[in-house]
């Protein structure tokens, strides 16, 4: 990957003149089934971009209330958009056609007006879980009837894909916007591509400009991303099984509680009496070289990625059972 990146062919990106950027684009929408795509620095820009690409100040997004935009992107929405959220109650991350029928406002102009659903493939907070396609097309096209645009953030769609099976295109073709990331799990240094209608795309670019994402050599980057999406989308499954086996030896440990992992992201916490609380465990397995974050409702969650090799994870829980005894 890093030779890849050293000897990309760059030029201005913000001129739309780097062919390195070009050709990631032109992937990306190949990949997810969308007539354009952009290339753009975080998955968080990506949210932001396209709700304002979607809504006016005052209008409502319709998210799952575990949803990272909602918890993670320090208030962005509102900050940066005047956009309001509605957080739905889901189970494992994921609602139902009802569920959204519920939360749309009637149009009436003492409401915000319902203008966005935003789906979380994977499910990020609810422990990497999968909407099922069914699931999501039910949700979508109550959305469309409803007349709701539909943002899908799919920070981690290819875990989506290679767990399931199904395909990337048939997650996205029911969006009106989606997004990729490729610093995640696909593992390249920098980078996400945001992707839609060409009308959807052009309008974006004149925000990617405002919010300051209009870049000059990103090539470079985007020749890593490149590069990810080449080699890194299949051996998601390595991390499956990883953190499949990561649980089940967490599981094995006394004084500790267990979500059994969907994909590649593994939640647990200490249990009342344990001798460590979780956030003192999460301390002493730094220490010892294994990172696990924090999470603000007292969890901790552990990512297996391609630099977490099936060794390690043995060292990992080495680690944990030392720490609990
Ligand atoms: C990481 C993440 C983001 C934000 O992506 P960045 O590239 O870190 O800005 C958004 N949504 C979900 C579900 C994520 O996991």
Redesign the pocket.
């Known amino acids: 990957m890093r030779r890849a990146m050293a000897e990309a062919e760059v030029g201005d990106e913000q001129l739309r003149a780097d062919p390195t950027v070009n050709r990631l684009c032109r992937r990306v929408a190949e990949l997810l089934g969308t007539e354009s795509a952009m290339f753009l620095?975080?998955?968080?820009?990506?949210?932001q971009i396209a709700l304002r690409v979607h809504c006016e100040p005052g209008d409502e997004v319709i998210l799952e209330e575990t949803?990272?935009?909602r918890h993670?992107?320090t208030g962005a929405p509102a900050a940066l958009l005047g956009v309001s959220l509605y957080p739905v109650a889901g189970r494992a991350g994921v609602f139902t056609a009802p569920q959204l029928e519920q939360a749309v406002r009637v149009p009436d102009h003492h409401f915000p007006r319902s203008r966005v659903v935003l789906l979380?493939q994977?499910?990020?907070?609810a422990g990497g879980t999968v909407w099922p396609i069914e699931t999501l097309e039910e949700v979508c096209t109550a959305a469309q009837r409803l007349g709701l645009r539909r943002h899908l953030?799919g920070?981690?769609l290819f875990n989506a894909v290679v767990a399931s099976g199904v395909a990337a295109d048939s997650y996205c073709r029911n969006f009106d916007s989606v997004w990729i990331?490729f610093?995640?799990g696909l593992g390249a240094p920098v980078?996400?591509a945001l992707a839609g209608s060409t009308e959807f795309v052009e309008r974006a670019w004149r925000f990617k400009h405002q919010f300051g994402a209009a870049m000059r050599q990103a090539g470079i980057i985007a020749a890593g991303a490149l590069y990810a999406l080449e080699h890194n989308i299949d051996r998601l499954t390595e991390d499956h099984e990883n953190a499949a086996q990561l649980a089940a030896g967490l599981a094995a440990i006394e004084g500790l509680e267990v979500e059994p992992p969907a994909t590649n992201m593994v939640f647990f916490r200490t249990v009342a009496h344990a001798p460590l609380s979780a956030y003192e465990l999460a301390d002493r397995l730094h220490e010892r070289g294994v990172a696990v974050s924090r999470m603000p409702d007292g969890r901790l969650r552990a990512v297996t990625h391609l630099d977490v090799s099936h060794a390690d994870i043995g060292r990992a829980l080495r680690a944990v059972q030392e720490c609990m005894s």
């Open positions: 620095p975080t998955g968080t820009i990506c949210n949803a990272h935009n993670f992107e979380e994977t499910a990020n907070l953030d920070a981690r990331d610093s995640k980078g996400a």
